[in-house]
């Protein structure tokens, strides 16, 4: 059994126990929350239901990302655990704001409860059970990188804290006789409703592309630059196609007397070594070439490169290469994305520089800040 397999069924395990526990849970609360009046144990139950829900997308959304490459998703279907978890986000913004419109309904139209000592013990070892299979879903999504179990541990989470608040606002009753339960609702709905759209906006962020781990990216441009002849890794670039496939690019500096036999010997050591180590498949690796027997162009790139890094904004300089023969100057910025215009700092460059090269042609490519 391969890993991909094993963590599929460790995920389809983990949904299958959820949806037994609540779906037992939510039987329970049903009865109890009619028999003794309580609108919040009534939603606590519906609650249950929805978190079965979410884990019964958990599975869908498993089965779908594990089905195997083809010709038209050629790197897999490994997203849709982060469109599971966005799905589920949902569930939990609707239970939140759902929650928020029933707590409403009953401050303005209160019904008397009637809480009994077995009703509520019965509550309390719900709650219990829920904070467990919470905290259990939760720490095994963890475990095996997964969002959707992740969303899902969350979720339950969030329901238990509902639940802990009916059982507060009982004693309180029990004690006082001031009903606060809707009230206790009413707050703890708009925490979930927040924490539904934090999960809902952050599930987005990794669809859209989210900048790489700025200490994974360190460490593999370390690990190229430990490849003899490298000088500089640049512009390393990942792709998150899933928890468990990431398709990357990067740029490599070389001495321009390498030959092409050479440098495909060290794209092969580049996609070895970063694969072995991280698990990372290295798609393609550019080329920038270094002048090394030329002392002139060496003198000239001390001069540019003080001319380009005294510009505001500009983050890096590199690829520099001085083609004398065409009297060429070539190489790449990155400018910082808080730069108004990032084209007026690359126009201003070249001013710079033509003013005192005037004989040469300057191309300067401006690279995104991809990557630390």
């Known amino acids: 059994m391969n890993e991909q397999t094993n963590r599929n069924r460790i995920i389809i395990k983990t949904s299958i126990i959820g949806i037994v526990a609540n779906a037992i849970l ?6 109890i929350g009619t028999a003794t009046n309580s609108i919040a144990i009534v939603m ?3 609650n249950n239901l929805s978190d079965a829900l979410s884990s019964i997308i958990t599975i869908v959304g498993t089965r779908l990302a594990g089905k195997a490459p083809d010709r038209h998703h050629p790197l897999g279907h490994g997203r849709y655990e982060d469109l599971t978890a966005m ?3 949902v569930i939990v913004l609707y239970a939140g704001i759902t929650a928020f419109q029933e707590s409403v309904k009953n401050i303005l139209s209160p019904e008397t409860p009637s809480y009994s000592n077995v009703s509520l013990i019965i509550v309390g070892a719900a709650v219990a059970v829920k904070l467990l299979l919470g905290r259990y879903v939760k720490s095994v999504g963890i475990k095996i990188n997964s969002e959707s179990l992740i969303a899902s541990g969350s979720d339950a989470l969030f329901d238990s804290i509902i639940s802990i608040s009916t059982l507060v606002a009982a004693g309180i009753y029990i004690v ?7 009230y206790l609702g009413a707050l703890i709905a708009v925490f979930i409703i927040k924490a539904g759209i934090d999960m809902l906006r952050e599930n987005i962020s990794k669809i859209l592309g989210e900048r790489a781990d700025s200490r994974l990216t360190k460490e ?14 640049y512009d390393l670039l990942l792709h998150s196609y899933g928890p ?13 007397t390498f030959t092409a036999a050479t440098i495909d010997e060290m794209t092969r050591q580049i996609q070895e070594k970063v694969y072995n180590k991280y698990g990372i498949a290295i798609a393609t690796v550019g080329v920038y070439s270094m002048n090394t027997t030329d002392d002139k162009a060496l003198r000239i790139k001390s001069d540019i490169t003080r001319f380009v890094m005294s510009e505001e904004f500009v983050l890096q300089m590199h690829g520099f290469y001085l083609d004398e023969e065409n009297m060429l100057m070539l190489f790449d910025i990155i400018v910082d994305f808080d730069a108004p215009d990032r084209m007026q700092v690359r126009d201003n460059i070249l001013d710079k520089i033509k003013s005192k090269y005037p004989e040469y042609e300057v191309k300067i490519t401006i690279d995104l800040d991809v990557s630390d």
């Not at 006082?176 to 809707?182: F, N, Q, R």
């Open 26 to 31: 939510a039987g329970f609360k049903a009865v």
């Open 220 to 233: 593999i441009k370390d690990t190229i630059l430990e490849i003899d002849g490298i000088s500089g890794a």
């Open 244 to 256: 468990n496939t990431v398709i990357g690019e990067v740029h490599i500096e070389v001495p321009d």
């Open 176 to 182: 006082s006789g001031v009903s606060l339960e809707a």
């Open 44 to 46: 606590d139950a519906l």
């Open 87 to 89: 799905v589920i986000a």
